[in-house]
Each structure stands twice: as structure tokens, then as C-alpha cells.
């Protein structure tokens, strides 16, 4: 029966996306239950096939979910149905948003780019920039992928240094990258569920989110220089002769500014066509993102000449790599099963009115100072930023915050930031613990947590800022 779970998951997760596109235009009530019956069939199956050791997180939200539904009064089995289709929107773009990533590995972008432009990252603290910013493009391709391909791209260049002042130095670059990304990337999940979910500004959030993440970048070389000093090692020397021995083997120049080209042509039609067909349509965006991408994947390949391979590429991602979403579906699943379940009681109106009581007692306090704990200490109980993001903007949704939008999606994302950097239980830390070697402590709260600090001081003074403009 082992055999068969992994065949029938693959079969599951298709037919709730496509039910899911389908039930958006032609949304009939039979459609609508055998979504919500297929969801359950995910949760299912994925449990049988990952077993219980590997399924804590969408368990544990599984019972805590029915159980408030069983204590609100309403049928469990009516709870369910409802409940399993509450993040439907999240599932949808979670099945096609690895598919950019075989865009990216079709060619050596970054080899090439590097090589390039390698005259003008020579130092030390251009190459961390270099490593920081690229993370973050990257991430808009690969999400939290970028990490271990980034270290691998670093290690072709600086393979012999693996003391902790050069893990120190590649491991902040990449991850502090990637955190950022979560600020303002359109293709990352939590990201566009919050803006989605709680009606903010794209244009402005991006803006916003971005010119943070350019202070965050500001600050992490900054933190640099202060860490050569520590470790007392000149990082530069080393670089330029591994940025020399790099160009010897490289590709033409003709060839290199070709893939510079396709690359930014490739980063910007994907960011540009979902710009463009929002302002053209206004599609939500959870809706627009996943089909602007799925006919992006497919362009490229007819633009390359490669259609054959884009079929096979399908065919090996619905068999075989859409299993490796199961865990990330089947917590969204149940968190959408525990949201449903707390809007059937008084829980926001609660959350509100302590709110109110805190702010009446201590004026000089707002929730938007304390937004971004929620989500870090969720991170440190384990639960990822898209999850936390769900459960959060999940909440805010109805709660009426008396703040722009803007500013609670810049709150909570802040948050997501700091989890990924200092908690050693959520993906982009064991992504880059198993790529370095050095412990999940190592690698997230020691190297991370004064940068942490800084950049929760910095937000929150531009936040605050806001908040008394506005």
C-alpha cells in the first residue's frame, strides 16, 4: 500500500489545484465539496506518507482546530469541509511557484554574471553586497532554494575557506539576503498573503518593503566591518585571488553579457507581467500570480525552442517533486481548518479589546510595536514564516486595526525577518546549517542576533514615524 500513497498524493495535490482554477470560474456546489473533500484526502495521505514523527506541526493544528469547532457548536464534519478551503488560494500558488525554478537551472546565470561583473566586486564588502543582494533575486526565482544554491555558487569560488569568520561571512550574506527578500519579493507566499489578506497598497508595500530592505543591506556591511575586525582576518586578498582563479575558466564575454541580459529580461517580464495584469484586470494576486507564472515557465521554453523539455518538466514535477510540497500543503490546510475555527468565536473581538485595554493603560504603546514578537516567537515554536504569516494576517483580517495596511504588513513581515535570522527551527536555517555544517544555533542566533535587534529598532522607527505622520 506504501507504494501507492506517493502516486495517490501526486494525484490529490493536482486535483485540488485544479478544482481549485476551476471552482474560480464556474464555482458549482458539487465542485466546491469535492474540493473540500480532496483537501481532506491530502491531509490524509500526506500523514500516511510522512508518517507521525514528521507531521507534528499540521497534527497538533488538526486538533486544535476541531476542537475549538466542536466546542463553538458548529458540526464538526461542516467544519471540516469549510475549514480545509479557507487557504485555497495559498495551495494554489504553492503548486506552481517551484516551477520557476527549473527556468533558473536550465542556465549557468549567476557563473556567468559574476564572472562578468568581477572586476567591480574585489573587496570584501562588495562581494557580501553582491552576495546579499543576489540572494534576494534569486529568492524571487527559488524562494528559500536560493540559499543552498547561493552557497554552492560561493563555494565553487572560496571552496578551501570554511573557518567561521568565512562561514560567518557567507552564512549572514545569505541568509540576511534571503530574510529580506520576504520584505518586498512578490513570488514569496507570506509576503503576498499578507498584502492580500489585509487589502494593502502592492505598489506602496513593495516600495516600502524594498527601501527597508536596502537599509537592511546597509546595515548587515556595516556589521561587516565590525566582524573583520573581530576575527582579525583580511577577507579581500583572499577574494581577489579566488575571483582571478574564477575568470580563468568562464565563459566569452560574448557569452556572459548574453546571460546578463536574459537574466534581468527574465526578472523583469515575470515581475512586470504580474504588475501589468493586476493593474490591467485587478485579479487578486494569489489568483494572478500562479497563472502569470505557469504561462511565464511556458513561454521561456518556446522562446529557448526547448517545448518538448517543458512537457517533460511537467510530467517529472506532477509525479515526482510536487510530493515535496505535501508537508507546507497540509499545514496550510490545517491552518486554514484553525482559522475558520476561530472566527466561529469571540477570539478577535478579544484580541482587540485587549489591545484596547493595553493601549488605554500605556498610550505610548500600539500593537505595531508587538506585531513583530507574534511572529518570532511562533518562529521559535517552529512554525515557518509562510505559516505564521497565514495564522497572523489570518487573524488581523478581522480585527480592524486602526493603521494603514501598509504598515501592519511591514510590521508582521519584520517579524518574518528576525524569525529567519535567530530561530534554529524554521527552513532557512537548516537549509544553510546542512549546507555549512555549523549547528543551527551557530548559524541563526549567535552570528544574527545584534543585526536582529538593529534592524527591529530601525523598522519600528520608521513604522512609529508613520504612524504619527499619519
Not at 507566499?189 to 527597508?212: C, H, K, R, Y
Not at 568562464?250 to 507581467?273: A, D, H, M, P, R
Not at 544553510?432 to 549567535?446: C, E, R, Y
Request: proline share 4%; charged share 10%.
Amino acid at each position: 500500500m506504501s507504494h501507492f500513497i506517493p502516486k495517490d498524493l501526486s494525484i490529490a495535490i493536482i486535483s485540488y489545484a485544479i478544482l481549485h482554477f476551476l471552482t474560480l470560474i464556474w464555482s458549482h456546489s458539487f465542485l466546491l465539496t469535492l474540493l473540500s473533500i480532496t483537501g481532506i484526502c491530502i491531509f490524509i495521505l500526506g500523514l500516511c506518507h510522512l508518517t507521525i514523527r514528521k507531521f507534528k506541526l499540521p497534527i497538533f493544528l488538526f486538533i486544535v482546530g476541531t476542537t475549538i469547532i466542536y466546542l463553538s457548536g458548529v458540526p464538526i464534519g461542516e467544519g471540516l469541509l469549510a475549514g480545509v478551503v479557507q487557504m485555497r488560494d495559498i495551495i494554489g500558488l504553492l503548486t506552481i511557484v517551484p516551477l520557476i525554478g527549473w527556468v533558473l537551472a536550465e542556465e549557468p546565470y549567476i557563473e556567468d554574471i559574476v564572472s562578468l561583473f568581477h572586476r567591480y566586486i574585489n573587496t570584501s564588502k562588495k562581494f557580501y553586497l553582491m552576495l546579499i543582494s543576489f540572494t534576494q533575486m534569486i529568492a524571487y526565482f527559488l524562494l528559500f532554494g536560493s540559499i543552498s544554491m547561493m552557497y554552492q555558487f560561493t563555494d565553487v569560488i572560496l571552496q578551501k575557506r570554511t573557518s567561521e569568520a568565512w562561514e560567518n561571512y557567507k552564512g549572514t550574506a545569505l541568509l540576511r539576503g534571503f530574510a529580506l527578500s520576504t520584505l518586498w519579493v512578490i513570488s514569496i507566499p507570506s509576503f503576498i498573503f499578507a498584502v492580500e489578506t489585509l487589502d494593502a497598497s502592492l505598489w506602496f508595500t513593495i516600495i516600502q518593503g524594498f527601501g527597508i530592505s536596502l537599509c537592511g543591506i546597509i546595515i548587515a556591511v556595516i556589521f561587516l566591518h565590525f566582524q573583520e575586525k573581530k576575527y582579525q582576518i583580511a577577507l579581500t586578498p583572499v577574494l581577489q585571488k579566488e575571483m582571478q582563479n574564477l575568470s580563468i575558466n568562464t565563459s566569452s564575454k560574448q557569452v556572459q553579457k548574453k546571460k546578463c541580459i536574459e537574466f534581468l529580461l527574465l526578472f523583469c517580464t515575470l515581475f512586470g507581467s504580474i504588475f501589468l495584469l493586476h493593474a490591467i484586470f485587478d485579479f487578486p494576486l494569489l489568483i494572478l500570480i500562479p497563472i502569470a507564472i505557469f504561462c511565464w515557465v511556458g513561454l521561456f521554453y518556446v522562446y529557448k525552442k526547448r517545448s518538448k523539455k517543458f512537457l517533460s518538466v511537467l510530467q517529472h514535477y506532477v509525479t515526482h517533486d510536487i510530493q515535496k510540497q505535501t508537508y507546507q500543503l497540509s499545514t496550510m490546510i490545517c491552518v486554514g481548518i484553525l482559522i475558520y475555527a476561530l472566527k466561529q468565536t469571540t477570539f478577535a473581538t478579544t484580541v482587540v479589546g485587549s489591545i484596547d485595554y493595553i493601549q488605554t493603560h500605556l498610550p505610548f504603546l500600539n500593537p505595531l510595536y508587538f506585531l513583530p514578537f507574534i511572529v518570532i516567537i511562533l518562529g521559535f515554536l517552529g512554525l515557518g514564516p509562510l505559516t505564521v504569516m497565514v495564522l497572523v494576517a489570518g487573524i488581523l483580517e478581522s480585527m480592524a486595526l486602526p493603521y494603514p495596511p501598509e504598515l501592519i504588513v511591514l510590521a508582521i513581515t519584520s517579524g518574518s525577518v528576525i524569525s529567519i535570522l535567530v530561530s534554529p527551527l524554521i527552513m532557512p536555517v537548516i537549509v544553510l546549517s546542512a549546507a555549512n555544517k555549523l549547528s543551527l544555533i551557530t548559524n541563526g542566533f549567535k552570528f544574527n542576533v545584534i543585526y536582529a535587534i538593529v534592524f527591529y529598532v530601525v523598522v519600528q522607527i520608521y513604522i512609529q514615524a508613520m504612524v504619527y505622520i499619519w
